[in-house]
């Protein structure tokens, strides 16, 4: 099966950096996501990696390294509007590329 | 707005009633989810439909019953359900013939069974 971990809760200040990692196992690994859900709200796509490395986009960035079956979200220069869930999902091409998540992590952003 | 439309957003329902949750995707998306979201666990995820026809079901209990009419439509059939399926039920849509393929949610209807 898969186990996708994530911290459950975080909490950061307004202007900081915030690093959320999430590992995972899976045997046909065909990309991780990151989503951010706000309370109500439909879970949005944040980013994408199937290959190690770094991706960015603007504020948030995310890394992979397929190999120690891990990832993290990174957000800088916090706002108060990032308090959120992020969700980490793995995609797996041995059972269809059906999308397995994590528990989602609760960030809270103090001023 | 992410595409994906779900109605209704909140329905509170008894045991013995029987209701429809309905989405729809205006993305030109092949692929069509159902998920449950519950607090504290991961995102489950119920049912699967790609071009129309269902392609996975998780062990889903029979009082779920899906229905994909085209692709642009999805429904989730509800009877005889008990409290503890009370979550927030999303929807999604992906492209599944592209490289990133990744899941437009719609904002999800919070159910309640008294």
């Known amino acids: 099966g898969q186990n996708i971990d994530q911290p459950t809760e975080m909490t950061a200040t307004e202007g900081a950096i915030v690093q959320i990692n999430c590992t995972y196992q899976t045997s046909g690994f065909n990309g991780l996501f990151w989503y951010q859900q706000h309370a109500g709200e439909a879970p949005t796509f944040l980013s994408y990696n199937v290959l190690d490395g770094l991706e960015e986009k603007g504020r948030f960035s995310s890394f992979l390294s397929r190999s120690k079956g891990y990832s993290y979200l990174l957000l800088k220069e916090l706002q108060m509007k990032d308090s959120a869930s992020y969700l980490c999902a793995v995609r797996d091409a041995n059972t269809g590329n059906q999308f397995y998540f994590g528990t989602g992590t609760s960030l809270t952003v103090i001023p | 707005e992410t595409g994906v439309t779900q109605t209704p957003r909140h329905l509170v329902m008894g045991m013995t009633n029987k209701k429809s949750l309905k989405c729809e995707q205006h993305l030109g998306h092949n692929a069509m989810y159902w998920y449950k979201q519950s607090a504290k666990k991961p995102l489950e995820l119920m049912f699967v439909?790609?071009?129309?026809?269902?392609?996975e079901n998780n062990s889903v209990p029979s009082r779920f019953s899906p229905e994909c009419p085209n692709s642009s439509h999805l429904f989730l059939h509800l009877h005889t359900l008990q409290p503890e399926d009370s979550a927030l039920y999303l929807c999604?849509?992906?492209?599944?013939?592209?490289?990133?393929?990744?899941?437009?949610f719609g904002e999800g209807s919070r159910l309640t069974v008294l």
């Open positions: 999604a849509s992906s492209p599944r013939d592209r490289a990133t393929g990744e899941l437009f």
């Open positions: 439909y790609s071009l129309e026809e269902r392609v």
